[in-house]
């Protein structure tokens, strides 16, 4: 079969409105129609193209970005586009750079670090791109006073850097503040006295996060005046003397809690993506299981590929609703904050932490999963798996090291559970540690299969698990005398309390999501199936956790079991659908194996000799190498 529509049969069997799920996925019509046409914007603009990056050297590569981010700026001012639009074209040119950094930290700082004066000083250059910013945390080595390493932008493009760096007034230590630097001239671009800067190197796969410019910074007596250290939180005067706003100090940190919101949603979109490619795929691949001469089996139809696959997607989609909801969250502690409430930070901090570790550990994985799920092909960087590995991995360090992240949720729990004695009672993701004594000893009541699609009764196994875990946590915590030389002996047992907890707050979101009005002939029945997957599926891979600590009966987890394989069942006529309703243009996708009308086989032929080493028949180094060797054998043979 010669072009058209490979996948048409499978978007036949779709048994909801592909068109309105798409307005679900996207959270609005409105995010809808923005993203659409911004994405077909790129996609149709041969100055995004992206298939030759895994065969650039690292120079052309970081070149070709460069050109690309600064070719997406001039579209922007040309069509005058409005910062969600703007921000919804970088992320379709699909290509990390330092113009990240600059919108997603940089920016971000500024606006929850600095003064109303610092922001009017700094913001509208920064809008308007006349300095470039990046953000510099992270040491080479431990504390404050090595090198910064790693930043991205800062390598060779950023003007100016937020650096977080140990305030001393008076032989003082006052701790880690963020200072604006300018590290290069506006005029030639050449470091300022005292600075030394550049890029730290190679780093994982081809293509992939080497257009970004992670750097390397020094300073040598250097002098930032001192109006350019952020002072909303704490305060030097210009007789050098400190003080603390009435805010809490942790407000220091308060980047990473919007970047963690951020990376959350961008767990989902990679992931979709990912489990677009394999699910498209998987319904073109046939391979044996052929009956009485007929065509051959998809391998989309074997149970064991739908039990590795249908999770992913549910993943992704669980994964979005999360994000959205997390997106509410940030907003609502920003303006509670701005009124001077801050008593929703610790969750904001323990749920933003948690959900990145979580989101992008199964992520990372999971693309991993969708590259074997797509056999050899899979390894092909045509299949932009390879590369979207490459890329997306590093989200399990940045931001925070995933488990150092769940050791920061964990540490929220016990101060939960520890409070709870005096009559203190938790809220919003917690409020279930309310019931804790209820929790501790009741019995999951599921009898038959189709029990465990009861909201009610995946809700209660959830939370009495978690509350069960963080529980026995804190009890052999009590026989520690000192508290921290505890949580540092403990700390295995209190990373699975914290994912436990992490994986019920996802799990619950989904569930309230479907509780809500949600339009479109089948759409809340094909989530409601993708939500019971997603909680089911968890819990069989964790059914340790739910057998040891008594929640559910062997024979429960069987059942739980039972269900999730009938529900793959439900899912597969679906599963084109519910990743077109991902909405993903062929560019975005950047895979033969995920385009969207399946015509994969020809592709795949013809791409093959688009690469280099097909320019010529007889290759370079034929007759410098090979010739010879071949020569030599012949001799040895006529001997
Ligand atoms: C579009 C975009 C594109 C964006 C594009 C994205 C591209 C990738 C960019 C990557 C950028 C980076 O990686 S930037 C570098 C990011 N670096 C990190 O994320 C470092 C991760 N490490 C941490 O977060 C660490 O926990 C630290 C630094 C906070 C540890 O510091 P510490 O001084 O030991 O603090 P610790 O005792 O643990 O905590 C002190 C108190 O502060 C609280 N606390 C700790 N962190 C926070 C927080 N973030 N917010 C609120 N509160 C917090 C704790 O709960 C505790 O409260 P209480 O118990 O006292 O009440
Ligand atoms: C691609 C990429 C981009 C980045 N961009 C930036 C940027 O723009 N700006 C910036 O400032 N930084 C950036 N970073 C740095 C990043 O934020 C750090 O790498 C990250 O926070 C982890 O810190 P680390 O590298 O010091 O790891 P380490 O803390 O050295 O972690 C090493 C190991 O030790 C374990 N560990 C560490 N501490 C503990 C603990 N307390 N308890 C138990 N285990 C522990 C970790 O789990 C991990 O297994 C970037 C990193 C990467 C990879």
Redesign the pocket.
């Known amino acids: 079969m010669e072009g058209g529509d490979h996948l048409a049969h499978e978007r036949k069997k779709a048994q909801f409105d592909v068109e309105a799920m798409k307005i679900v996925w996207a959270g609005s019509r409105h995010a809808f129609e923005v993203s659409d046409r911004i994405s077909k914007l790129v996609a149709s603009d041969p100055a995004f193209r992206k298939d030759n990056r895994p065969m650039l050297s690292r120079k052309e590569l970081f070149k070709n970005t460069l050109r690309k981010a600064a070719y997406a700026w001039k579209r922007i001012i040309e069509l005058r586009l409005s910062e969600e639009e703007a921000s919804k074209l970088r992320f379709y040119v699909d290509e990390p750079a330092f113009t990240d950094?600059h919108w997603g930290?940089f920016l971000p700082a500024i606006k929850g670090q600095g003064t109303e004066e610092q922001q009017q000083k700094w913001l509208p250059l920064a809008y308007k791109m006349q300095i470039i910013g990046?953000?510099?945390?992270?040491?080479l080595g431990h504390g404050s006073n090595s090198s910064?390493w790693?930043?991205?932008?800062?390598g060779k493009i950023s003007t100016h850097a937020v650096v977080?760096a140990r305030l001393i007034t008076d032989g003082q230590d006052h701790g880690v503040h963020g200072f604006i630097v300018q590290l290069r001239s506006l005029d030639d671009h050449s470091p300022l006295p005292g600075i030394t800067v550049g890029d730290i190197g190679m780093?994982f796969g081809n293509g992939a996060?080497n257009t970004?410019d992670?750097g390397v910074l020094r300073f040598d007596h250097v002098r930032i005046p001192r109006d350019q250290m952020l002072m909303k939180v704490s305060q030097v005067s210009r007789e050098g003397k400190y003080s603390q706003s009435n805010v809490p100090r942790q407000l220091v940190y308060g980047t990473m809690v919007f970047v963690r919101q951020t990376i959350v949603a961008d767990a989902s979109c990679a992931l979709s993506r990912a489990v677009c490619i394999a699910t498209r795929y998987s319904a073109v691949r046939r391979q044996f299981g052929s009956q009485n001469g007929g065509p051959e089996t998809q391998v989309i139809d074997y149970k064991t590929q739908q039990s590795r696959l249908f999770p992913l997607l549910a993943s992704a989609y669980a994964f979005r609703f999360v994000g959205e909801w997390l997106k509410w969250l940030y907003t609502d502690v920003t303006q509670r904050l701005q009124a001077n409430d801050f008593s929703t930070l610790p969750e904001a901090h323990a749920c933003t932490a948690g959900l990145k570790s979580l989101t992008t550990a199964a992520t990372a994985d999971g693309i991993e999963e969708c590259r074997k799920l797509c056999g050899g092909h899979g390894y092909l960087c045509s299949s932009g798996l390879p590369e979207l590995f490459a890329v997306y991995v590093?989200a399990c360090?940045?931001?925070?090291?995933?488990?150092?992240l769940l050791?920061q949720v964990a540490r929220f729990l016990v101060k939960t559970l520890s409070q709870l004695g005096s009559g203190k009672q938790p809220v919003g993701t917690t409020a279930y540690m309310g019931q804790v004594e209820h929790l501790m000893q009741c019995h999951c009541n599921v009898q038959k299969a189709e029990d465990w699609l009861k909201p009610a009764v995946i809700l209660e196994a959830f939370e009495a698990r978690s509350a069960r875990m963080s529980v026995a946590c804190a009890k052999n915590l009590s026989k520690f005398t000192n508290p921290e030389e505890g949580f540092a002996e403990l700390?295995g047992d209190l990373v699975e309390a914290a994912i436990a907890h992490c994986q019920l707050i996802i799990v619950s979101k989904f569930i309230e999501k479907l509780q809500q009005d949600i339009p479109g002939k089948g759409v809340k029945q094909q989530l409601g199936v993708l939500c019971n997957i997603y909680a089911l599926f968890l819990l069989h891979k964790h059914q340790g956790d739910f057998l040891s600590t008594g929640c559910i009966t062997p024979k429960q987890a069987y059942l739980a079991n039972e269900q999730l394989r009938a529900l793959y069942s439900q899912a597969r006529p679906n599963a084109i659908a519910l990743v077109d309703a991902f909405n993903y243009t062929d560019h975005y996708l950047g895979s033969i194996l995920g385009c969207y009308d399946g015509n994969v086989y020809p592709k795949l032929y013809e791409a093959a000799w688009k690469d280099p080493l097909n320019d010529s028949v007889v290759p370079d180094g034929y007759r410098e190498y090979i010739w010879p060797m071949l020569k030599q054998q012949l001799r040895t043979a006529r001997l």
């Open positions: 950094l930290m990046c953000y510099a945390q992270t040491e910064k790693w930043p991205g932008g800062l977080y780093k996060y970004m992670n590093p360090t940045y931001e925070g090291d995933n488990t150092v050791l700390s």
